[in-house]
């Protein structure tokens, strides 16, 4: 499995494009708008960078990992010799399922189609295709160059030697990889997002401040970043989305997204893509700094 397809070149296309490329594989990286696709590789050119700076590369290891990335415009060209395709699109069920369908039509017979999604049903991914037992799922950790976890979810038909492939290729990528069934959010959402609720609630409730709450979580439970500003790190609408899959696929009130969660993004204040989320988001310094909205508090 030497041709890798990404469909997807935003945050985490582009991450998992640079992850592959580097460590030796031909990868295309498609998206069906040119200047995403430009952003992507300049963004992996900025990471590149600071490898070198780190002494982690050499300059004539960048110049032959950026020729091994193509970026490509449409997803027939794309997929076309790939033995791997790594769907990383938006975290929206509908897109994804209409990017499985086009998949199946165009992917070579025997390539495994792997989704990044972080809650979506992989089984459901799986219903659209005429190859459900080669879907699986494949969920990167955002930033992908340094994250090391790659949750690997099986869907209800995925072959066992798929998995054992998809186990493998992980390791092969510097990964561990965890290997879990298909339930809505999976481990990794399952527990997470409970706990950035729980902690958007609390706000909400007036129990603390955003910086006594994710200084709590930080200091008192060992978490490199709080609740609140890893919730602006994954953006507050996909906070929503997954909690939202949640909801819908255990039927339990205790999955219920925070009034306060609901209306930030209705007000378009999702986080660092923003600009602003529980806290607002300055290029030119360093400093967290809290959102006029919650000093208040």
Do not use: W
Request: hydrophobic share 45%.
């Amino acid at each position: 499995m030497n041709k890798i397809a990404v469909i997807g070149a935003g945050t985490m296309g582009n991450g998992i494009a640079h992850v592959f490329a580097q460590h030796g594989f031909s990868v295309s990286l498609v998206d069906l708008q040119t200047s995403q696709l430009e952003k992507a590789l300049a963004t992996i050119s900025i990471n590149l960078e600071r490898q070198i700076k780190k002494g982690l590369l050499t300059s004539e290891e960048k110049i032959n990992l950026m020729q091994r990335i193509q970026p490509v415009p449409e997803i027939p060209e794309g997929v076309r010799d790939a033995g791997l395709i790594i769907e990383a699109a938006t975290e929206n069920e509908k897109i994804k399922l209409s990017i499985f369908q086009e998949l199946d039509r165009h992917a070579p017979a025997q390539a495994i189609l792997a989704s990044n999604t972080s809650s979506i049903s992989i089984t459901k991914l799986a219903g659209v295709t005429r190859r459900p037992s080669r879907v699986i799922g494949m969920h990167f950790m955002n930033p992908v160059p340094v994250m090391k976890l790659v949750e690997v979810i099986n869907g209800y038909a995925t072959e066992q030697k798929v998995t054992e492939e998809i186990m493998e290729l992980s390791r092969k990528l510097g990964k561990t990889p965890c290997l879990v069934q298909d339930y809505p959010g999976f481990i990794s959402n399952r527990i997470l997002m409970p706990m950035i609720n729980e902690s958007i609630l609390s706000l909400q409730e007036g129990v603390a401040s955003v910086e006594a709450i994710d200084t709590v979580m930080k200091l008192g439970m060992a978490h490199p970043m709080g609740p609140l500003q890893l919730a602006d790190f994954i953006g507050l609408d996909v906070c929503l989305a997954i909690l939202q899959v949640l909801q819908q696929g255990f039927g339990q009130p205790k999955y219920a997204p925070a009034t306060l969660l609901v209306n930030m993004v209705a007000a378009g204040r999702l986080g660092i893509k923003t600009g602003e989320g529980f806290y607002v988001y300055n290029k030119a310094s360093k400093d967290l700094v809290v959102s006029e909205k919650f000093r208040r508090f």
